[in-house]
């Protein structure tokens, strides 16, 4: 066994290449090797267990391995993979979409599939400017967006995103974006800008990438009134926060809002297959019928159903098991218990979202918290804990401990 996870990593040393990642440092390092989920768990090949503390970077939901969503994968593997969306339909796309359409009856009454969530916020994007100009705003070319926010790695979600070492000295140019920093800053934006906006992205409750910053209560709900008050689209960005991370199924219902756009990912499939959703209204729909309107977008991979009918089991496991029951629980552990560590600064928290400071060092901390036994990546020296869902005390109280013997 030794020799075969050997070969894996002189290959991977060889000829992978690691998203984020600064290879030469990687090269000279020795990698984890994943080979199994269970539950909260990732096991290397050594048998050792680490908890999975960012859900596989903020995708899982259930659990890894779940049998409802395993069952679901094998059956529809057996029946049928995927078939093209282009000019066909599919059962599961259709189910699928009518679930997510559920949540938002009649309002949100259109979904629109994709592979991830740059895709989905492309989408959305797409949409919202092609609308403009076959709708009578030519005009409304601009994206307003939030100062440090993530919206993707593709290039046109990228360039709307406020990380600018991402696209630095290439792509800043991509869409026409206007920053702002608050709700304020949106009061007193020149006319001009405002008049010309198709649509005002947002994370919703809390920046993700930026180092788990929460918005102030109730300015998403005052951003979408300024939004439907100047005729501008408002796009959700709910890659990270939909599916019950912040303890309602989608961040927008903490405060009633429902946006003209909301883009789903990450926790989509439960964090097992890649597979976006951007949902939309039907006056939006509407503007894309009759000729010289098609909207041209789709990937090899729309509405694949395999994709599909294990974001059906996702959903039904919600239900099945009352996820959403346990999550303000779980977060205010483990809230309370990181706010008593002397080393940790600072504590920022929605739902099972958290983000801890511990000064220097966030990259070291998260290596002696995997010798430990827990899995997590820092942003710069903020420390990011978003378990499953389905996370239990227990496995908490032995992220508490790992953490505290850190500090
Ligand atoms: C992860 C993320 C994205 C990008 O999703 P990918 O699936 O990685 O393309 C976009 N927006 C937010 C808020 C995210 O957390």
Redo the contacts with the bound molecule.
């Keep these: 066994m030794k020799d075969q996870v050997n070969r894996w990593i002189s290959a991977d040393h060889a000829h992978c290449w690691h998203p984020f990642t600064d290879q030469e440092s990687w090269e000279s390092d020795v990698p984890v090797v994943i080979c199994r989920g269970e539950g909260s768990w990732l096991f290397d090949f050594e048998g050792k267990r680490y908890l999975d503390a960012n859900s596989s970077i903020?995708t899982n939901i259930h659990g890894h391995s779940h049998p409802v969503i395993v069952k679901a994968i094998q059956d529809q593997a057996a029946t049928l993979c995927h078939s093209s969306y282009l000019g066909l339909a599919n059962n599961k796309a259709s189910e699928l979409a009518e679930k997510l359409c559920s949540f938002f009856p009649d309002s949100l009454e259109r979904c629109f599939f994709s592979d991830?969530?740059?895709?989905a916020?492309e989408v959305a994007f797409k949409m919202s400017l092609q609308w403009r100009q076959q709708n009578g705003q030519k005009e409304r070319t601009g994206i307003i967006a939030f100062e440090n926010a993530?919206?993707?790695?593709t290039l046109g979600?990228a360039s709307v995103g406020g990380v600018s070492r991402f696209i630095k000295g290439y792509g800043e140019t991509g869409l026409d974006v206007y920053r702002v920093g608050s709700v304020e800053d949106l009061l007193s934006l020149p006319e001009v800008v405002v008049e010309t906006a198709s649509a005002v992205v947002i994370?919703p409750l809390i920046q993700?990438?930026n180092q788990m910053r929460p918005w102030p209560k109730g300015m998403l709900a005052e951003l979408s009134a300024w939004a439907t008050q100047h005729g501008i689209h408002l796009i959700l960005?709910e890659?990270?926060t939909g599916f019950g991370r912040t303890g309602e199924m989608f961040a927008c219902q903490n405060e009633k809002v429902i946006p003209d756009f909301l883009c789903l990912?990450?926790g989509l499939t439960g964090g097992t297959m890649?597979l976006?959703a951007t949902l939309t209204k039907c006056e939006i729909y509407e503007g894309f019928k009759g000729p010289d309107r098609t909207f041209f977008y789709g990937h090899s991979y729309t509405g694949n159903a395999l994709g599909c009918s294990v974001a059906l089991a996702n959903l039904s496991i919600f239900e099945s098991e009352n996820t959403l029951a346990g999550i303000e629980e779980k977060g205010a552990y483990l809230e309370r218990e990181l706010t008593n560590i002397p080393r940790i600064q600072e504590v920022r928290r929605v739902g099972l979202i958290l983000g801890f400071e511990v000064g220097e060092g966030g990259q070291e901390f998260c290596l002696k918290l995997r010798e430990r036994g827990v899995l997590t990546r820092p942003i710069l020296n903020t420390i990011v804990i978003m378990p499953p869902l389905s996370v239990t005390m227990d496995e908490l109280k032995f992220l508490i401990k790992a953490i505290k013997l850190e500090c």
Excluded: C, N, Q
Aim: proline share 5%; aromatic share 10%; no cysteine.
């Design positions: 903020w991830d969530g740059s895709t916020l993530y919206h993707g790695d979600a994370e993700g990438v960005d890659v990270m990912a990450k890649p976006a």
